[in-house]
């Protein structure tokens, strides 16, 4: 008992000590969840049944689960198109000296994030609704346009889809990039600025090159993010039953085969292939932008 004691209280316990509580939350929160799925993966669960691969088998001839992906995707390349960017930019103006008011504006920037996905999500299904009296409708009829089933296109939803993406997480970003910049020093600004380099110079050749870090960091949480879309959809929807399956994402399909259908072998599937994709995309993203041979200087 006293040498276990004396081992907790010695500097080489310390930072075992320090990191066991993460070691256990991603046991318990991560490790155990992934390996009972992959386990329920096998199964049918309702008939207590091991089926082996065939739910996996099932997956690759289903069409519903790879428009779940299409859909998914191509909401993942509109938000990484649009949140990297001009947050990026936005927080360049915010960085300027010739900003006033840059505490308001991060503060109104930010409060998108902190209002609830269900209270959004309703406010912009009502925006855009069907009647000529909707938000959107109404714009357009303003330019003379007629009214537009918004949520029952392809295209006009995917906008109104990207819209609540652009409104809840530009502010956040454009945190992370502003906290990237504050750590640039002003002596290499000011070095570039006797040099007579424009505003925009030295945006292209110190701010951004200087910004990788960040910008790999919200890349990497803009692909998860978009491939992990859910409950906006959900929300816009009133549901998880879109009209043509438009608005149906690879999440939206794991709830509808675990909690609509009860397959919850088959939803574990459906998750278990989430991961590998997003794992697949996330490393190659980090190959193409040498984050790992960073570290191997």
């Not at 995707?73 to 103006?93: D, H, Q, R």
């Not at 998108?112 to 000529?132: C, H, K, Q």
């Not at 990039?177 to 504050?182: D, I, N, P, S």
């Not at 690879?250 to 509808?256: A, P």
Request: proline share 3%; with cysteine; aromatic share 16%.
């Amino acid at each position: 008992m006293n040498k276990v004691k004396k081992f907790f209280y010695s500097q080489k316990a310390a930072p075992y000590v320090f990191i066991l509580p993460f070691v256990l939350t991603i046991l318990l929160f991560w490790i155990v969840p992934i390996a009972n799925g992959v386990l329920l993966s096998f199964q049918d669960v309702l008939k207590e049944k091991w089926v082996g691969f065939n739910n996996y088998s099932r997956l690759i001839s289903d069409k519903m689960f790879y428009k779940a992906i299409y859909n998914s995707v191509k909401y993942m390349i509109g938000t990484l198109i649009l949140l990297i960017p001009f947050p990026m930019l936005f927080a360049s103006l915010l960085n300027s000296k010739l900003m006033k008011g840059a505490n308001f504006f991060k503060s109104v920037y930010f409060l998108p994030a902190l209002t609830s996905v269900v209270v959004a999500g309703t406010i912009f299904r009502l925006m855009f609704g069907e009647m000529d009296t909707a938000l959107a409708n109404q714009i357009i009829g303003l330019f003379g346009h007629s009214p537009i089933k918004w949520l029952k296109g392809e295209w006009t939803s995917y906008f109104a889809l990207l819209l609540v993406a652009c409104w809840r997480w530009t502010g956040v970003n454009i945190l992370y990039f502003l906290a990237g910049l504050q750590n640039i020093s002003t002596d290499i600004y000011e070095a570039a600025s006797i040099d007579g380099a424009t505003k925009w110079q030295q945006f292209i050749k110190i701010s951004f090159p200087l910004l990788k870090p960040t910008t790999v960091y919200v890349l990497t949480i803009s692909i998860y993010a978009g491939l992990s879309m859910f409950l906006e959809s959900f929300m816009l929807w009133k549901g998880n039953n879109s009209p043509r399956n438009i608005g149906l994402t690879i999440v939206g399909y794991l709830y509808r085969q675990g909690i609509e259908k009860r397959a919850m072998g088959y939803a574990c599937a459906v998750g278990l292939v989430l991961l590998i994709i997003v794992m697949i995309i996330n490393m190659i993203q980090l190959v193409a932008t040498g984050t790992f041979k960073k570290e191997e200087r």
